[in-house]
């Protein structure tokens, strides 16, 4: 079963509003998530870095106001979109890191803003 | 230039063919390597890490070579099921908890 499990796994909102993207790992605490976005056909690219407790760090050219990131608790990571657009719509997918460091993706997030 | 290069494919081979994958990466300071398999429309999944001496699991194997910058995968006895997006994959850091960067993946189908 999953082990990091990512919810909702897919949702339609009108542009201009914000979406919540949740990541919550089950059977461990996770140190640090990660947030990735990718585009149809396209790989998957960082979006920001997500350590408990602390900011978030964005990759260069994401926008952190946007894609507002919040780590309040080591088993859940949240991503909203805010004010989104029709561009915006992608498959979002975070993974997260306990102390094995082993990776554990969440079952993606696919976003379509119409 | 991608920090992380792929031949995106993709690679239509007939059940049974052996099928081989190539990666090339520009960090020379990167330092741990996979990889991950991803079905349409999911999450990737990890393959196998890739360690310099080269290491096999089953009918997979992948290589690194540090000096050219460059990992590859080898598929023998290829199945329908290893129809698939492969990513390489590439760490900043030692352990597979460092931020990674995907290439753009190399697709592949086996036909029957």
């Known amino acids: 079963g999953a082990v990091v499990s990512q919810h909702p796994s897919r949702v339609i909102c009108k542009s201009g509003t914000s979406v919540k993207i949740e990541c919550r790992s089950l059977?461990?605490?996770?140190?640090?998530m990660f947030w990735y976005r990718q585009f149809p056909k396209q790989s998957l690219m960082l979006m920001a870095t997500?350590?408990?407790?602390?900011?978030?760090?964005?990759e260069q050219g994401v926008e952190k106001d946007k894609f507002l990131i919040n780590h309040a608790s080591l088993t859940l990571s949240t991503l909203t979109v805010t004010s989104a657009h029709p561009e915006d719509s992608s498959f979002y997918i975070c993974?997260?890191?306990?102390?094995?460091?082993?990776?554990?993706f969440g079952e993606g997030s696919w976003l379509t803003v119409v | 230039r991608k920090e992380v290069e792929q031949d995106p494919g993709p690679f239509n081979v007939p059940e049974g063919a052996t099928v081989a994958f190539n990666c090339t990466y520009s960090?020379?300071?990167?330092?741990?390597f996979f990889w991950y398999r991803q079905d349409c429309r999911k999450e990737p999944k990890l393959l196998m890490s890739?360690?310099?001496s080269g290491n096999e699991d089953g009918r997979f194997t992948a290589q690194l070579n540090r000096a050219s910058q460059y990992i590859s995968l080898l598929i023998r006895d290829s199945k329908l099921s290893d129809s698939a997006t492969y990513l390489c994959?590439?760490?900043?850091?030692?352990?597979?908890?460092?931020?990674?960067?995907f290439g753009g993946g190399t697709r592949l189908m086996v036909k029957p």
């Open positions: 994959v590439v760490g900043r850091g030692p352990n597979a908890g460092n931020m990674l960067t």
């Open positions: 890739v360690y310099s």
């Open positions: 059977d461990f605490q996770a140190t640090t």
């Open positions: 993974s997260a890191t306990g102390s094995g460091n082993t990776i554990y």
């Open positions: 997500s350590n408990e407790g602390s900011k978030a760090t964005y």
């Open positions: 960090n020379s300071a990167s330092q741990s």
